[in-house]
T-cell receptor, first 115, second 114 residues
Framework: GESVGLHLPTLSVQEGDNSIINCAYS??????FIWYKQESGKGPQFIID?????DKRQGQRVTVLLNKTVKHLSLQIAATQPGDSAVYFC??????????????FGTGTLLAVQP | DTEVTQTPKHLVMGMTNKKSLKCEQH?????MYWYKQKAKKPPELMFV???????INESVPSRFSPECPNSSLLNLHLHALQPEDSALYLC?????????????FGPGTRLTVT
């Protein structure tokens, strides 16, 4: 049988649709946020980042929105393609007790693109 | 070159073995990291090296011993591991160790402890 904790939140979308992946972060002092894409058997791959003095940042087919009031981050992928199928992690990078570049990852979301 | 390389890709070891994982980057980055990732979980930080000195140890058991021989290389020495240490071990690097520096990840070493 399957165990609790072995299931990633999953977002299933049709090819060509837009995808929105959400993330809540924990530390209001965090000043830098990153979205990573991780395909099966590979390491995390940088997608886009945003600093806390911005609300929105756009890349190629991707947009990151930051709402500091509610500590929420989202990743929007336009015209989702089968190659976008992967696990997506948000990560926050804050000053934890003076520590330096320490990334804290969210739990991850599995994006499944249906052809 | 924006690549972090890791060797080996796969490693199977017994609980009494000693082995090492290797990581290399040639981007001139001065901060390097080891992460552990279990299946369907996010990466968890283990160690941070800044300018070849250990700056963060996230209370990792002593059976994991990191080493940074120079600014391009990072090793993780393994001894007397337990089956629960089986995981994907990821290396990363960043230009600097301060916040706001993008971390580049390698492909990882898939470790199985028998």
């Amino acid at each position: 049988g399957e165990s609790v904790g072995l299931h990633l939140p999953t977002l299933s979308v049709q090819e060509g649709d837009n995808s929105i992946i959400n993330c809540a972060y924990s530390n209001s002092a965090s000043d830098y946020f990153i979205w990573y894409k991780q395909e099966s058997g590979k390491g995390p791959q940088f997608i886009i980042d945003i600093r806390s003095n911005m609300d929105k940042r756009q890349g190629q087919r991707v947009t990151v929105l930051l709402n500091k009031t509610v500590k929420h981050l989202s990743l929007q992928i336009a015209a989702t393609q089968p190659g976008d199928s992967a696990v997506y992690f948000c990560a926050e990078n804050g000053r934890y007790g003076g520590a330096t570049n320490k990334l804290i990852f969210g739990t991850g979301t599995l994006l499944a693109v249906q052809p | 070159d924006t690549e972090v390389t890791q060797t080996p890709k796969h490693l199977v070891m017994g609980m009494t073995n000693k082995k090492s994982l290797k990581c290399e980057q040639h981007m001139g980055h001065r901060a390097m990291y080891w992460y552990k990732q279990k299946a369907k979980k996010p990466p968890e930080l283990m160690f941070v090296y800044s300018y070849e000195k250990l700056s963060i140890n996230e209370s990792v058991p002593s059976r994991f011993s990191p080493e940074c021989p120079n600014s391009s290389l990072l090793n993780l020495h393994l001894h007397a591991l337990q089956p629960e240490d089986s995981a994907l071990y990821l290396c990363a690097s960043s230009q600097k160790s301060k916040t706001g520096a993008q971390q580049y990840f390698g492909p990882g070493t898939r470790l199985t402890v028998t």
